[in-house]
């Protein structure tokens, strides 16, 4: 299996060094609580051999979850808007979250609004 990123996802990021670096250490996160995962490890070597970028900031040992913030993107239409995110964790599923978006500022809004239109 080869995993790459769609070549429209880096026109969209406006941060995409931080996007992809706070991914990456929550990626590290869950393999931390589940370090025989077989699976997630196979995923982890697939992309860290398959991407230069994705092994730089791998090499970087960031261990963080971002509960919430705020992501910077960039409609190729609609144009810039940003979204807030915040994260969710049942108590009795841990190993799931939810993750909930919205605009993060009323032009924002107005992007989101037309692109639903």
Do not use: C, F
């Amino acid at each position: 299996m080869v995993v790459r990123a769609s070549p429209g996802v880096a026109r969209v990021l406006q941060d995409r060094e931080r996007t992809l670096r706070e991914g990456i250490a929550d990626l590290r996160v869950a393999w931390a609580v589940h370090p025989d995962d077989k699976a997630l490890s196979g995923l982890i070597d697939e992309l860290t051999s398959g991407s230069e970028e994705v092994a730089r900031l791998w090499a970087l040992r960031d261990v963080r979850v971002n509960g919430r913030g705020d992501k910077r993107l960039r409609h190729p239409v609609a144009g810039p808007l940003t979204v807030s995110y915040e994260v969710l964790a049942p108590v009795q599923a841990p190993d799931q979250r939810l993750v909930i978006y919205r605009a993060a500022d009323p032009d924002s809004q107005r992007v989101l609004d037309a692109i639903a239109g």
